[in-house]
Structures are given as structure tokens and as C-alpha cells.
């Protein structure tokens, strides 16, 4: 069920119609899971059940690290608890590209078209790894000191609801953000009308909804081109727009999805957090990595990273630590080699920077910090024609039709386009460097909000699925 | 209590400018009624001339096509047709169109080229979504025509855009044709295999609008000479011939040139939509 069509918006009003009613309100939870059984069986009705499975195994798991007391036992449970979310990870999504690669070493052939039949369950990757943070975070929190320690419900009927509710609540569920368990089980109690924050809500709304809708499926439909062999006959400066143009779709259909998946879940009481936070404004890549997809990014920090060793164990551990982490994160997205050479990408970035930083003396000038803002958003921007083009080769024919195609002649229409839809998220950044100069947040503003409504009803582009749901 | 009644106060405030914004745009919209020279895209382009052929005037003949027939010139055509051909769309999609408006033409010209591609469910659900379908009737700013930054484009467009005469000048870029021609020939080496239930939605519509007593001309767009003998149209020609017998194709007599085998230049398009008004003469 997409977010902008008809049968949502009818979906979210009848469940805070009854998600309010008094006599109902010892029913909350169950009332949400119900929408989002109802959300999720729209598109996958038999995959319904692998998300309940997951959610009751995860139950199970956690219930029993929670009140275990034996060390050794308790560490028995997390880890199967782990171990399951990342079997059902690796079994749905990505055991066609194992047996393709075992396929193309041993040359027997036909073994993978038996895997190609298993469907994708949308939005696996989100709530497999909320999964593994309900189970770590038990396992490790369980000292009263901990800030991010919560109370396991003693009855298992109240916990594998909460556990359910937690891994299916519709607003996050397909594409995130992703909510880790300490953050949201605090959450879980009655909520009242009044405490609504509509104001707040709203406007989440409307910025979600005229990203995704005005911005990001319009430039899609200029990004089109992108694909092979579309580009193949485009001009340099047309390549190098497309690109552009994607840069800004991308993160326009992408913040703007968590935009209203958090205002959704604000008017059922609950506050997901931030994912994005102006991204385009960095000035290094560890920089950028703390404001783009935040919830993943900390979630491999927390999960990952840290427990790898992060950067305690010398220079040479932290820059493999990095390589690692962002290579199973570029796997996390897809599975394709391509996701992995985009997470190396990064992952190098990353390291080398760190190296950079390390030995080279630090320049402190406002118009170098400009440079390096444009910088680090051109290298993000080459590093997303990997999400593009999976296929590795086209990453190939569309960089050398970039330097082939100078000659041809330059679409103008695309290029206007491209720069008009682009215009908001370029405002969007621009306005929040001049926030953090002058404390004024000009766009917060009626007048800005009623314009991007009359956008969305009037401009928008032919409805699109978000560009996360694949992942 | 009071937090909530403040919050809803800014939201009545941009309820109501949305509103006024919406109302003054329907109202130019509909008082002036401007003529849109310039969209987006291609899909926007479809929308625009099937919602044009749904709420708007509706002519007794229909084109129906793929983006080979959407380049037949209105400019240059008799008086009296709609064109309902879309870009990268199905012959199938303009009928069910034709039919779900609830309308019987006198005759329709169906496109063979394409003639076996997926009906577009997709576009069919947007365009006749139930509400919706109706409340466009009555808003026009809210059909695909009329966004705002088409009436900025057609601006532009009748500043800057090139006249009748340049568009005659233009040459095709002999890479680009090179490159697509070579593409094409290799999809058209192979007969098409999945058409079969394609042949039988066509036959439904088709026996559908005779029976209304529409009467249905099959025409081919003219396309590279290597791509006219290709297996694939002649795998089409083979199969519409066994399906139905009793309908003539109608064929240019002439060569044209296109920009990438398929799609006719400007002056090719104009030239053979004037060919066309005498072969369906």
C-alpha cells in the first residue's frame, strides 16, 4: 500500500477513529496491529505470515534474554535470537545472488532460476534488523543504570504484543525509519486525543508528501533516461544533470517517505526518530553518514561497528572496521555486487578521510568550508549512479558516455526540468546553512506550507513506489 | 488543551490559503482555458491526451497507437480526429480507453506496429480511479494538462521553442540513429511470443465496438525499409491476417526517414500524416 493513495489515507483515518475511542483504549496496540496486518497484506497477503513469524520468534527470543539468568544461557538465546533474523535476511533476499555467484564458478547452471520464484518480502531489511536491536538491546541492557534499559512485561501475552506491535507498526514498517527497541517499547501506553501534536504532525505531512510527490516523482520521471541504453545517446551536460537530478530525487523520495512515516506515527502518539538531517550540507563524509539514513547509519554503529572494535584498536583495525561496515551496509540495500562496490566506495571515503584528517594540518576558512561542501556532495553524487545502475557494466557505459557525448545536442527541456525540481531540496539545504548563521528558519512558514499543499494537489508527478521499498 | 487549540489554528490558516490558491487556479483554468504547447515528459503526455479525450470534446474518429502514431501531425490531418496513440503505450489501452468513456466512434484507425503490446493497467486505474475519475471533471486543475508548470513551459515555449518552419529543418543525428537502429534490429529479428491473450483482448474490443457499428481500419506506421520486412511485423501482419481476415491494412506507398528507425522526423511525420488523410479517403 503506497503512502500516497487513497486506500492509506482511508487506512490511517479509520484506525485514529477507533484508536481514540474511549472504550477502546486498552485495545491500542492491537488496533495498530491490525492496520498494519492490513497495510502489509495490501501488497504481500501470504508474506503476512513471514513478518508474524519474525515477530514471534523475536518474542521468544528476547522474552527469554530478558528474565534468563544464567549468563551462558541468556548469550545461548540472543545469539539464536540473532541468528534467526539474519538466516531469514540471507534466505529471502539474498540466496539468489549467492547461488548465482556459486552458479557462475561451477558453470552447472539452473540451480538459481528455482530461487529467482522467492519473492522479496517488503521492507525484510528494516524489520529483520529491528529484530536483532530488540534482542541485543535486552541482552546488553539489562542493568538498572543502563539509560537504555525498559521493562520487559513479566506476562509473555503482553510482551509478544508489544514485540509484534514494535516490528509491524505500519507508519515505519516497509522502509523505516529504522526504530531500535530502547527507543520505542518506552513509548508503548495509552495515548489521549489532546496529546496529539497536529501541528507538528501536519507539517511533517506536508514536506513528506511534496517530496515525494512533487519533487522526487517528477525528477523520476526525467531519471528515466538514466537507464540503459536511454543514456547511451545523451549529451555530457544531460548526463552530468541526470545525476544531479537523481541526487536530489533520491534523497527527496527518501526523507520525504520517513518525513510522513514520522508525522503518521505522531497522530497515533508515537515519535520515531529523525532520519535525515540535511544531508547535502556536509562537509566530510563521516559528516554526511551522520545525517543521511541516521537510523541505519547509527544502527551499524551500535551493532557493528562498535562491537567490531570500532576505532580502539589502532589506526589499521578502524580503517577494515570501516570497509566492513559500510560494505555490509551497501549490501543491506540490495543484493548486488554493485551495492557492495557503492558501500566500499564509502567505506574507502571514509577511511581515507580519516587519514587525511589525521595528517594533514587543518584549514579553518568559511569559503573552504564551502568547497567542501560541494565536494563531498559531488563524490556522494557519482557514488548513487551505483544505486541507479546495478548492473556494474552500465556504471561503465554511462561514465564513458559522459566523456564520449560532449558533441551530441543538449536536451534544454530536461535540463529545466531537472533544475526546477531540484530548486526545493537545493532551498531546503540552503536555508537551514542560513538557520544555523542567523537562527531564522524562513521557511517555516504558512504561507510556504499552503504552496507546497497546492503542489501536491496541482504538480505532482505519475505516482511512483518509493525508491527504499526494493531495500 | 491549549497546545492543541494553538496548533490547530496554524493548520486552519494554511487549510485556507490552500484553498484560496485552489480556487483562484480552477477559475482561471476554467474561464480561460489556456492551450498547453509543452509537457514534461512522455507520460505526462499521454495523460494529458487521454484526460483531453475523456473530459473534453470527443471526435468521431480515433487514432489508437504507440508514439510511432502520436507523431502524426494534428496540424496536418483532416478535421475530425482525436489521437489516443501514447509513447510506450498499447493500442490496447487507447480502445479500453475509447470504450470505458462510454463512447462509440465512427471509426477507429488501430496502429499495427505495436499492436501486441501489454494494455497499461496501470495509467487505466489513475485515469478512471472511481471519485476521483468524476471530481476532475469538475476541478481541471487537477488534471496532469494543467499543472502549473506547464502553463510556465507553453510560456516559454511560444517565446523560445522552435516555429513549424525550423522543425521542418531538423536533420536527425546520424549516432543517434546509428545506435537505436541497431537496438531495434536486433528486437525485431524475433517473432513476438507472448501475444496470444494480447490478440484475444483484441478481439474482445474490437468485436465490442462493431458491434456498436464502429467501423475498425487497421493502419501500419512506416517505419526503416529493414525494420518493414523484419520478422516481427511480419509474424504481426501473419496473425492479425489469420484473426482478421476481413480488414485491409492500410500502408504508405512512400519511404520516410526517422530518427532511430522507428520514429518519423517532423517533416517525415507531416508529410505522411498527409499520405494517411488520402489513404483513408
Redesign the interface.
Known amino acids: 500500500m503506497l503512502f500516497n493513495s487513497?486506500p492509506f489515507v482511508l487506512l490511517v483515518l479509520i484506525t485514529a477513529f477507533f484508536y481514540y475511542r474511549k472504550m477502546l483504549l486498552n485495545y491500542q496496540r492491537q488496533i495498530l496491529i491490525i492496520s498494519s496486518c492490513i497495510f502489509y497484506a495490501y501488497g504481500q497477503p501470504l508474506l503476512l505470515a513471514l513478518l508474524l513469524f519474525s515477530a514471534s520468534i523475536n518474542s521468544i527470543a528476547s522474552y527469554y534474554v530478558y528474565f534468563e539468568t544464567n549468563n551462558f544461557r541468556k548469550k545461548l538465546y540472543a545469539t539464536v535470537g540473532v541468528v534467526f533474523n539474519l538466516l531469514v535476511l540471507m534466505y529471502f533476499k539474498y540466496i539468489g545472488l549467492f547461488v548465482s555467484i556459486i552458479d557462475s564458478f561451477t558453470n552447472v547452471g539452473g540451480i538459481g532460476e528455482l530461487f529467482v520464484l522467492i519473492p522479496l518480502p517488503i521492507g525484510i531489511s528494516f524489520y529483520t534488523f529491528q529484530g536483532i536491536s530488540l534482542v541485543v538491546d535486552l541482552y546488553r541492557n539489562n542493568g538498572e543504570d543502563s539509560i537504555n534499559t525498559w521493562h520487559v512485561e513479566k506476562k509473555f501475552s503482553k510482551h509478544f504484543i508489544d514485540t509484534v506491535f514494535f516490528i509491524s507498526f505500519f507508519p515505519q514498517l516497509v522502509a523505516g525509519p529504522i526504530v531500535k527497541a530502547y527507543q520505542f517499547y518506552p513509548q508503548i501506553k495509552h495515548k489521549y486525543f489532546?496529546d496529539?501534536?497536529?501541528?507538528?504532525s501536519?507539517k511533517l505531512l506536508?514536506v513528506g508528501y511534496f517530496f515525494k510527490m512533487v519533487v522526487a516523482d517528477?525528477l523520476k520521471?526525467?531519471t528515466?533516461w538514466m537507464t540503459y541504453?536511454y543514456f547511451?545517446?545523451l549529451s555530457s551536460l544531460n548526463l552530468m544533470a541526470l545525476l544531479f537530478g537523481y541526487s536530489m530525487q533520491i534523497f527527496a523520495d527518501f526523507a520525504g517517505y520517513s518525513l510522513i512515516a514520522i508525522g503518521i506515527a505522531k497522530l497515533y502518539g508515537y515519535n520515531l526518530s529523525r532520519n535525515f538531517c540535511f544531508p547535502y550540507i556536509a562537509k566530510s563524509f563521516s559528516e554526511f553518514w551522520t545525517r543521511w539514513h541516521i537510523s541505519l547509519s547509527t544502527w551499524l554503529k551500535e551493532y557493528l561497528y562498535i562491537p567490531l572494535g570500532g576505532n580502539r584498536k589502532g589506526n589499521m583495525k578502524t580503517y577494515v572496521n570501516l570497509m566492513l561496515v559500510m560494505a555490509f551496509g551497501g549490501l543491506w540495500h540490495g543484493a548486488a555486487l554493485s551495492y557492495v562496490v557503492w558501500g566500499l566506495y564509502h567505506g574507502s571515503l571514509l577511511a581515507v578521510e580519516r587519514f587525511v584528517q589525521k595528517n594533514i594540518i587543518k584549514i579553518k576558512n568559511p569559503m573552504f568550508d564551502y568547497l567542501k561542501i560541494i565536494f563531498v556532495f559531488s563524490v556522494v553524487t557519482i557514488g548513487w549512479l551505483l544505486f541507479k545502475l546495478p548492473n556494474f557494466d552500465q556504471v561503465i557505459l554511462y561514465v564513458k558516455a559522459f566523456f564520449e557525448n560532449s558533441s551530441?545536442?543538449i536536451n534544454k527541456?530536461s535540463l529545466?526540468?531537472i533544475a526546477?525540481y531540484s530548486m526545493p531540496i537545493v532551498i531546503y539545504h540552503l536555508s537551514y546553512l542560513s538557520y544555523q548563521r542567523t537562527g531564522k528558519n524562513y521557511l517555516n512558514n504558512?504561507?510556504v506550507?499552503?504552496?507546497m499543499?497546492?503542489?501536491i494537489?496541482?504538480?505532482s508527478g505519475?505516482?511512483g513506489e518509493f525508491i527504499y521499498f526494493q531495500f | 488543551m491549549n497546545s492543541f487549540i494553538f496548533s490547530f489554528k496554524n493548520i486552519k490558516v494554511i487549510l485556507f490559503q490552500f484553498c484560496a490558491m485552489f480556487l483562484i487556479y480552477n477559475l482561471y483554468i476554467g474561464i480561460n482555458q489556456p492551450v498547453i504547447l509543452s509537457y514534461q515528459n512522455q507520460w505526462q503526455q499521454n495523460y494529458a491526451a487521454a484526460q483531453g479525450f475523456i473530459y473534453d470534446k470527443k471526435s468521431k474518429n480515433v487514432i489508437v497507437g504507440s508514439s510511432l502514431a502520436a507523431r502524426i501531425q494534428k496540424k496536418a490531418l483532416v478535421v475530425g480526429f482525436s489521437n489516443l496513440s501514447f509513447s510506450g503505450g498499447s493500442v490496447l489501452t487507447g480502445l479500453e480507453i475509447i470504450k470505458r468513456s462510454d463512447f462509440v466512434p465512427k471509426k477507429i484507425f488501430v496502429e499495427i506496429n505495436t499492436i501486441f503490446r501489454e494494455q497499461d493497467i496501470k495509467m487505466l486505474d489513475s485515469l478512471f480511479y472511481p471519485i476521483w475519475y468524476k471530481v476532475k471533471n469538475y476541478f481541471p486543475a487537477l488534471r496532469e494538462k494543467n499543472q502549473p508548470l506547464n502553463l510556465g513551459l507553453t510560456e516559454l515555449k511560444s517565446v523560445y521553442g522552435k516555429t513549424h518552419e525550423e522543425h521542418m529543418k531538423e536533420t536527425r543525428n546520424q549516432r543517434v540513429y546509428e545506435t537505436a537502429l541497431k537496438l531495434q534490429k536486433a528486437e525485431h529479428s524475433v517473432e513476438q511470443k507472448d501475444y496470444l491473450n494480447k490478440l484475444e483482448q483484441l478481439k474482445l474490443l474490437l468485436s465490442y465496438f462493431e458491434t456498436k457499428k464502429s467501423e475498425i481500419v487497421f493502419f501500419e506506421m512506416p517505419v526503416e525499409p529493414v525494420l518493414t520486412q523484419s520478422k516481427s511485423m511480419q509474424h504481426i501482419r501473419r496473425v492479425l491476417k489469420r484473426a482478421f481476415p476481413s480488414k485491409k491494412v492500410i500502408t504508405s506507398k512512400q519511404n520516410y526517414n526517422t530518427s532511430d528507425g522507428l520514429h518519423l522526423l517532423y517533416k517525415d511525420a507531416f508529410a505522411f500524416t498527409k499520405e494517411f488523410n488520402k489513404l483513408i479517403d
Open positions: 487513497f489532546k496529539i501534536e497536529f501541528e507538528k501536519v506536508i517528477n520521471d526525467q528515466f541504453p547511451e545517446n551530441l545536442s527541456l529545466l526540468l526546477c504558512n504561507l506550507y499552503s504552496v499543499f497546492f503542489l494537489v496541482t504538480n505519475s505516482s
